[in-house]
């Protein structure tokens, strides 16, 4: 604190954290962020000569990712081993240093006290636990954009090819990585060392690490050794293994000193030695001493003949000890896998108990040493790794076990996985409870034995408990969902379903009749995901779709609160207005409506606008709306009368973004002009335009404190603009694609930018740099929005997806998945005996029209079908995408065959020739290609078309080819020549679709809708 007041140097990540809990400030507000910007790292490829070492990183360059590290204030009776490790990192250069002993013996106190201490020495820190087996995959992604300092965003999908990528910044950059808790990736009840069935690739990381020559060192804790550090380990070795004993009878001692205890030396000597000195063992029994011998050691020596060998042992005995109340916290604990506050425990419980009881019992559990506390004002509980260990297997041991019996208690009072957890805790969930369990009843009776059990739970639940809201009908259907079973014919009705997650999850012929749904995660008929918002209050959550829907759910939990229906077509843009009270929404059908936030009912309807509205904006104070249009203009809106105040003219094509400046006096617009314009909200006038961006501009945000205004754009780029003189500051780029969104943290240095290229990127507006890159969506990424208090971020995407991410960690907290039914494109194989179709969740069916089954079902989310086209001859189809490309399918097998690349825009037209040779595609790209149909290159690009062209067809003969497009034209090709043999004008709007036949006079004929 004293240097910190001088001047001197800001406190350690652990102190400032320490300070923020305990004033209840951020870390910018006590003036603790120091500025720090990395050399960009250069892409890997042949082995670069070693680096130099060096015993100090310049404290500027010094980045730090403590993942899950502990904040550790006392450690005792470690001297020896600090300065040994301290030895071995800093003077030796290890590279693998692996901290090895029992569980609760202290390995990653030791770990997080070295760490802090020598973390100048390095340039990053990162620090990862695996206490919920992460897979390396995750890790190494993590890992390796942290290192990079967020430049490498595409991985090879080999694993040995990641590892690569991650030892050349490991030897060119000197680097402190940190695997806590490693025993959990390797397989219980086997020769030590063994990893569990998926990760075994781990094996690899640390044979490779300790391998190559490099300046970098990963420290890993583990109860058991694994093999790859047992063989490259040695005195003189780069890898080398420490293995931590107990604590001697006086850090015994001094670490107890505050629990009341009293004895002579030899009777602390004893103690000590009966539990071996493992710390968490000496805490945990000293809450026994105090309250059952009143501290007396002599006298619970002398009662306790059992000597613990293991920590399970002593476990057992205290599990047994408590009370119900105790034990069903503790198992609620284990199942949350994260610090949980009491209001987070009261809700799990099926049968309440009193604020008192709960109280009670969390007192007696902390004075037991058993559980820990954690964040502001310690009100969050959690366990500490051993014992979330001995309570997560002693949990689904049960499970399993009542699984046959008459009263399955834990089926019904515990959630084996919480459908409305965080994403990643609720993959932990599945992965550490459920799949357990489900595993031990396949070895027992089956997958056909378990549907039938679970058949008759469900009878006799029916029967005897109905609308008792506990978990045993969640936890069936999460099974069943885990198990991949067919769920046609089960019978739900009448029951409650409590923490069921069924999205993506099919349920025809699912009996749901007067089921009641608690906290249940369900697929969405939501379609892609144009707009997001969040409410001045952070409160509520509104999305918009491409249906004309707007969903609104209630944050944090996602759980749906209530749909607006009104627009007849796809809603681009949302805001709330500044009391949170109104939400505004634009549409594609030419209309800005205003909605009641609480009821969704719709208040007003403002049509003024002549083509699609793209943007709308709340001034600051609420009493004017901004709405910005494909007609070129951007209305000003009186909210309380609906009138329009004022058009401003300026732009020279479709308007695409507004908003306006914290104190309401500019209005930004960006425009597929390629310009930003500011207005004076007051006159109207035109104050400035700002020229740069080099394609169109989706999305411009003005920063709340700063005289600062973000665009981003198609030519991948976000540019920073000074708007006291309309200079560009600066031009972030990463992005691969174009930039749909931009939004600014709340008071803070950060910007967000999404983009097609399916990322989320946090950026420094001063130093430029990449700060973190949010991955998760599976396509193009269309808007993202900030809480009010900067906490999370939410996303919305083609995927049909909305995602909340936590800003800090980058860590995706959940997703709202939705999809819809549309049917892009079907088409009948030559025969008509099957039907293939194409849809908008990137599903292509094959379907016998006879019987109506689907006969198999193709998905390639990359792809993203829009049209669907059999061949003349066999049983091979076409389909044409959204990523450009043009695929051959084998309908027996399902096998993609070829892939044909050339379109630079989505494909949303393909057919055969009648003799099937030739296949004719036609793109967003304004272009229709021909192909050879037994290779993979493109014969003839036909050009003329202004815009999209949506439909194409063969003439009978296979010598025309006919293709409509959005320009208004149908045109007719010579399919030899390429030419254009003729322009058919009449249509006033797009060509959607063409057919072509001949007449008694063999004739062709052209029809076009």
Not at 838 to 862: A, F, H, Y
Not at 936 to 949: A, F, K, N, P, Y
């Amino acid at each position: 604190m004293g240097r910190w007041e001088n001047g001197d140097r800001v406190p350690r990540p652990y102190h400032r954290q320490a300070l923020c809990e305990l004033f209840g400030k951020n870390a910018e507000e006590f003036g603790l962020m120091q500025a720090s910007s990395l050399p960009v790292t250069p892409e890997i490829a042949q082995p670069d000569p070693p680096i130099p070492l060096s015993n100090q990183a310049s404290s500027e360059l010094l980045q730090e990712d403590w993942g899950e590290a502990p904040y550790i204030v006392n450690l005792y009776g470690r001297d020896g081993e600090c300065v040994e490790l301290e030895q071995w990192i800093g003077d030796q250069h290890c590279q693998m240093v692996a901290i090895l002993g029992m569980g609760g013996v202290g390995k990653t106190a030791l770990v997080a006290f070295v760490a802090a201490r020598m973390k100048h020495v390095f340039e990053f820190v990162f620090w990862r636990s695996l206490q919920n087996a992460l897979p390396l995959e995750h890790f190494l992604k993590q890992c390796i954009q942290f290192v990079s300092d967020q430049q490498r965003l595409e991985l090879p999908k080999e694993v040995d090819a990641q590892i690569s990528i991650l030892i050349h910044y490991l030897r060119n950059h000197r680097c402190l990585l940190v695997l806590d808790n490693f025993e959990s990736v390797l397989q219980a009840g086997q020769r030590a060392g063994q990893y569990r069935e998926g990760y075994a690739a781990y094996g690899k990381l640390l044979q490779r690490v300790g391998e190559a020559q490099q300046q970098s060192c990963l420290l890993l804790t583990s109860r058991e050794k694994p093999k790859e550090v047992a063989h490259l380990e040695g005195k003189k070795s780069p890898v080398r293994s420490l293995h931590l004993s107990g604590l001697q009878r006086e850090a015994g001692q001094h670490m107890l000193q505050d629990k009341g205890l009293f004895g002579s030396e030899e009777q602390w000597l004893a103690l000590v030695e009966r539990y071996s000195g493992n710390p968490l063992a000496l805490q945990v029994v000293s809450e026994p001493i105090q309250e059952v011998f009143e501290g007396n050691i002599a006298q619970f020596l002398q009662e306790q003949a059992i000597a613990f060998g293991d920590i399970n042992d002593l476990l057992d005995q205290q599990f047994h000890r408590l009370s119900e109340q105790e034990r069903e916290i503790m198992y609620w604990l284990a199942i949350e896998r994260e610090a949980t506050s009491l209001e987070g425990l009261r809700e799990n419980l099926v049968y309440p108990m009193s604020i008192g009881t709960q109280l009670e019992a969390l007192a007696s559990l902390r004075r037991r040493s058993l559980i820990e506390t954690r964040g502001t004002a310690q009100f969050q509980f959690t366990l500490q790794p051993a014992i979330m260990e001995y309570v997560t297997t002693s949990l689904f041991q049960r499970a399993s076990r009542e699984f046959d019996t008459e009263s399955p208690e834990v089926w019904v009072n515990f959630a084996l996985s919480k459908a409305q957890a965080k994403d990643y805790v609720r993959e932990s969930q599945v992965r550490l409870l459920l799949a357990p369990v489900a595993q031990r009843l396949l070895a027992r009776l089956g997958k056909e034995g378990i549907e039938q059990k679970l058949r008759d739970m469900l009878t006799k639940q029916r029967r005897v408990h109905a609308q008792l809201p506990g978990y045993l009908v969640g936890n069936i259907l999460n099974l069943l969902t885990y198990l991949h079973c067919d769920l046609r014919g089960f019978d739900f009705s009448h029951l409650v379903v409590r923490q069921a997650y069924l999205q993506d999850v099919m349920l025809p012929e699912v009996n749901f009749a007067y089921t009641r749904f608690i906290a249940s995660i369900f697929t969405n008929t939501s379609g892609s995901v144009l707009a997001v918002t969040c409410s001045p209050q952070g409160n509520l959550l509104a999305a918009g779709t491409t249906t004309g829907e707007i969903w609104m759910y209630d944050t944090p939990g996602g759980i749906p609160r209530l749909t607006c229906h009104g627009h007849t077509d796809g809603v681009w843009s949302l805001a709330f207005s500044p009391d949170g009270s109104l939400l505004a929404s634009s549409s594609d059908d030419h209309t800005v409506r205003l909605w009641d936030s609480h009821s969704g009912h719709c208040l007003r309807i403002l049509q003024d606008h002549t083509n699609r509205v793209r943007a709308i904006a709340f001034s600051p104070d609420g009493r004017t709306l901004a709405s910005g249009s494909d007609d070129q203009t951007i209305r000003l809106w009186d909210v309380s009368t609906g009138n329009c105040l004022t058009t401003l003219h300026g732009h020279s094509s479709r308007v695409w973004s507004v908003s306006f400046s914290p104190d309401g006096n500019l209005l930004a617009s960006g425009s597929t002009d390629q310009t930003v314009r500011l207005w004076d909200t007051r006159t109207g006038s035109c104050l400035a335009t700002l020229r740069g961006h080099t394609s169109w501009i989706r999305s411009v945000a003005f920063h709340l404190n700063e005289n600062i205004l973000a665009s981003g754009s198609d030519d991948q780029t976000i540019r920073l603009w000074d708007i006291s003189t309309g200079n560009c500051l600066t031009t972030l780029h990463g992005h691969t694609s174009r930039v749909w969104s931009v939004a600014f943290r709340p008071a803070s240095d950060i910007v967000g930018s999404s983009s097609e290229d399916q990322t989320i990127r946090l950026w420094n507006i001063h130093t430029g740099r990449c700060l973190l890159i949010l991955q998760g969506h599976t396509r193009g990424v269309r808007s993202i929005a900030f809480t009010p208090d900067g906490a999370m971020l939410a996303s919305g995407g083609d995927d049909q997806a909305i995602r909340s991410w936590d800003v800090t960690t980058g860590h995706c907290l959940q997703t709202l998945q939705g999809y819809t039914n549309r049917v892009w494109s079907i088409a009948f194989r030559s025969d008509g005996s099957t039907l293939a179709s194409g849809s908008e969740n990137s599903i292509i069916r094959l379907w016998d029209v006879k019987t109506g089954q689907c006969l198999k079902t193709l998905q390639d989310r990359s792809h993203g079908v829009l049209v669907v086209a059999w061949s003349p001859h066999g049983f091979t189809f076409a389909s044409g995408g959204q990523d450009q490309t043009i695929r051959l399918w084998d309908g027996n097998t399902g096998r993609s065959l070829k892939i044909l690349h050339g379109h630079t825009n989505w494909v949303r037209a393909v057919t055969f020739s009648p003799n099937g040779d030739t296949l004719a595609s036609g793109s967003e790209d304004q272009t229709v290609r021909l192909w050879d149909s037994n290779a993979t290159s493109c014969r003839c690009i036909l050009q003329g078309h202004t815009s999209w062209v949506r439909s194409v067809a063969f003439s009978p003969d296979g010598t025309m080819l006919a293709s409509g497009a959005d320009d208004q034209m149908v045109r007719l090709w010579d399919t030899k020549g390429g030419c254009c043999l003729n322009i058919l004008q009449g249509h006033t709007n797009r060509v959607r679709s063409i057919a072509v036949s001949y007449t008694h006079l063999k004739l062709p004929t052209i029809y076009s809708v």
